[in-house]
T-cell receptor, first 108, second 114 residues
Framework: EDQVTQSPEALRLQEGESSSLNCSYT??????LFWYRQDPGKGPEFLFT???AGEEKEKERLKATLTKKESFLHITAPKPEDSATYLC?????????FGAGTQVVVTP | GAVVSQHPSRVICKSGTSVKIECRSL??????MFWYRQFPKQSLMLMAT?????????EQGVEKDKFLINHASLTLSTLTVTSAHPEDSSFYIC??????????FGQGTRLTVV
């Protein structure tokens, strides 16, 4: 059975304190791993898609990496506006399966 | 980037009534759209795949007669929650893929059934 597991469930950071979020997956026929940001009461906002092990993508203070079993989202020197829930999802046979998300709170 | 517009953002309805949620792709054509449901502090769960010009495909456990999906054009899909009950209260989100690499989401609809 396909599974997507994110850890930790919640993360509290001081402004400027870098950290990483984990997304581990077991899925047959992986067609991409997606990272989204979701603010309370809103739909997910697309961040990255990764396709193959070793691939990396960056956007401002965020960097996503992918291995054969997991993906990491690194947040470098976070700011309060980076506070959100970060979701990862795997695409398999045309559908997205989501993890439960990591809620990140960055305090000034 | 591509925009997917979902309406309404919030709706409160009485138990037993029906509610329609619209999902529009504003600057691209979407032959496929996905409908998700998200309960508090839980992940998005795929409910159904909406296909333009043909019947929707529902995930296991999702009642077809309760969650009616219509995808009448390349830019519009609708989800109608029929005979809504309090347990249907949730956050409903639509998504439209654009090419093989990206999927864009609507703003979501908070449904509260009283």
């Amino acid at each position: 059975e396909d599974q997507v597991t994110q850890s930790p469930e919640a993360l509290r950071l001081q402004e400027g304190e870098s950290s990483s979020l984990n997304c581990s997956y077991t899925v047959s026929g992986l067609r991409g791993l997606f990272w989204y940001r979701q603010d309370p009461g809103k739909g997910p906002e697309f961040l990255f898609t990764l396709y193959s092990a070793g691939e990396e993508k960056e956007k401002e203070r965020l960097k996503a990496t992918l291995t054969k079993k997991e993906s990491f989202l690194h947040i470098t020197a976070p700011k309060p506006e980076d506070s959100a829930t970060y979701l990862c999802a795997v695409a398999s046979w045309g559908k997205l399966q989501f993890g439960a998300g990591t809620q990140v709170v960055v305090t000034p | 980037g591509a925009v997917v517009s979902q309406h309404p953002s919030r709706v409160i309805c009485k138990s037993g009534t029906s509610v329609k949620i619209e999902c529009r792709s504003l600057d691209f054509q979407a032959t496929t759209m996905f409908w998700y449901r998200q309960f508090p502090k839980q992940s998005l769960m795929l409910m159904a795949t909406s296909n333009e010009g043909s019947k929707a495909t529902y995930e296991q456990g999702v009642e077809k007669d309760k969650f009616l999906i219509n995808h009448a054009s390349l830019t519009l899909s609708t989800l109608t929650v029929t005979s809504a009950h309090p347990e249907d209260s949730s956050f409903y989100i639509c998504s439209a893929p654009q090419g093989p690499t990206e999927a864009f989401f609507g703003q979501g609809t908070r449904l509260t059934v009283v």
